[in-house]
């Protein structure tokens, strides 16, 4: 789990976070919530080319002209520097480190296109971040990673920070890692379309965390680079107030598995061993599924970090109302 080191430079996390109203270039705006807009999804780079400015030509960072500030980077699967895969954050935030780009294999930190992630890092304005991914049988196609700020530069690498789920919102750091707050109160000042942004986020987050599988069952399934057949569900309902600000309130099912869930038909105890309801007619209806086979062993499929598992207050909450469904 990469964590920023120090630096000589300054970091721009103390001016976090709301750094879109920073911004005062209308354009620079227009393109940085264009890629918001799209964030979590896998888009060919042809239609990338006809939507983000720059894509057609640039590799790389994108500095545009007339701007002193980066809107974009991108990796490609054939780049030349080792690039980092992010690491996700409770919160949906997530690291990634980025190499500085060069002359002949030699990084070259005076080049434009550094100056300007230099300059986004310093005033704290957010880039667009795309990852080329390998999909069997496809044209190039790119991870929408999402909008993130240039948090710090470690002498090797820029160290790139995701923008939380709560984009209002100071973001986790790896060393710092605040308790799971269980609920939401609903905020009536975000406007219609944030609010979609934020549902987007906690279903892209949760899913990149269950590497876009069923925790349970393990099936997950991409068509046209969308994910099909499987959903973040929450431990804490939405209608009980449960967050879908922290992915710790999450987990990632299949749609058979989640509508067992909604059900409460099954559940998991705190070592993430599955319980099964213990009704003969469910039972029996059940025979032929996955549910019944891992029953009493723990969930197949977990988040590779720790912090990122669901909550022990998401888990417990959601233990009581199974003990307590159809009773
Ligand atoms: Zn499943």
Redesign the pocket.
């Known amino acids: 789990m990469p964590s920023p080191k120090s630096s000589s430079r300054k970091s721009c996390s103390s001016l976090m976070p709301d750094l879109m109203a920073r911004i005062s270039d209308p354009k620079l705006t227009d393109s940085l919530l264009k890629i918001r807009e799209l964030m979590g999804s896998m888009v060919p780079s042809r239609e990338l080319q006809e939507k983000i400015p720059g894509f057609k030509t640039q590799k790389g960072i994108y500095k545009p002209q007339n701007s002193e500030y980066a809107l974009w980077i991108r990796q490609t699967l054939t780049g030349v520097y080792q690039d980092q895969e992010p690491a996700m954050l409770p919160d949906g935030s997530w690291y990634y480190r980025y190499s500085p780009e060069g002359k002949k294999g030699e990084t070259d930190l005076s080049l434009s296109t550094n100056r300007a992630l230099f300059k986004s890092m310093e005033d704290g304005v957010p880039i667009g971040v795309f990852i080329q991914r390998e999909i069997a049988g496809s044209q190039s196609t790119y991870e929408v990673m999402g909008l993130a700020y240039v948090e710090n530069f470690d002498d090797a690498y820029f160290i790139i920070h995701g923008e939380p789920i709560d984009n209002e919102a100071e973001p986790m750091t790896s060393t710092n890692i605040p308790q799971f707050k269980p609920f939401d109160v609903e905020n009536l000042s975000i406007s219609k379309a944030m609010s979609r942004i934020r549902k987007i986020a906690f279903q892209t987050g949760v899913r990149r965390v269950y590497h876009e599988k069923?925790s349970?069952?393990e099936?997950g399934y991409r068509f046209n680079g969308q994910p099909i057949g499987v959903q973040a569900a929450h431990l804490i309902p939405v209608s009980d107030q449960g967050t879908s600000k922290d992915l710790r309130n999450g987990i990632l099912?299949?749609n058979?598995?989640h509508a067992l869930f909604d059900r409460y038909l099954w559940t998991f105890d705190e070592d993430f061993r599955v319980i099964v309801k213990d009704d003969p007619q469910f039972r029996h209806s059940a025979e032929n599924n996955?549910v019944l086979t891992v029953e009493g062993k723990r969930l197949p499929n977990l988040p590779d970090a720790e912090y990122d598992f669901p909550a022990s207050e998401a888990i417990s909450f959601r233990l009581d109302r199974f003990n307590k469904t159809y009773q």
């Open positions: 069923c349970l069952c099936l099912l299949c058979n598995h996955h």
